[in-house]
């Protein structure tokens, strides 16, 4: 999944793309460079990514989710963020890429 949306927001045109493939290298990544965006798979690694989540809410990265649970799993307080279904859908990447101003 992380690899498809790697190679799709390269053809949108973004570029300094990273991925983490667990919380700490998030965590680290996050801490190393401030994102402009981030695309969180509600699972990384096996472990829920709302960690990570607050620490970019708290620098007011923008966020968008990304699952292939229901939406209903969601916690509450995440409900606000966009939810990207998987797999992922290349129109719905981009509409949701366009509501938040990014594309």
């Known amino acids: 999944m992380a ?3 790697e190679a799709i927001l390269w053809e949108l ?4 793309i990273h991925l983490a493939h667990d919380l700490g290298t998030g965590s680290a990544l996050l801490l190393s ?8 798979d509600v699972n990384i690694g096996g472990h829920l ?3 990570l ?13 990304s699952t292939g649970r229901p939406a209903s799993e969601i916690p509450p307080e995440w409900a606000r963020h966009p939810i990207l279904r998987k797999p992922l859908d290349t129109g719905a990447l981009t509409a ?8």
């Open 13 to 16: 045109g973004f570029s300094g």
């Open 96 to 103: 949701t890429l366009g509501a938040l101003g990014l594309d």
């Open 53 to 65: 989540a607050t620490e970019m809410r708290a620098r007011q990265i923008p966020l968008v989710f």
């Open 33 to 40: 460079r401030a994102p402009g965006l981030g695309i969180l």
């Open 3 to 5: 690899m498809d949306l």
């Open 49 to 51: 990514v709302f960690p």
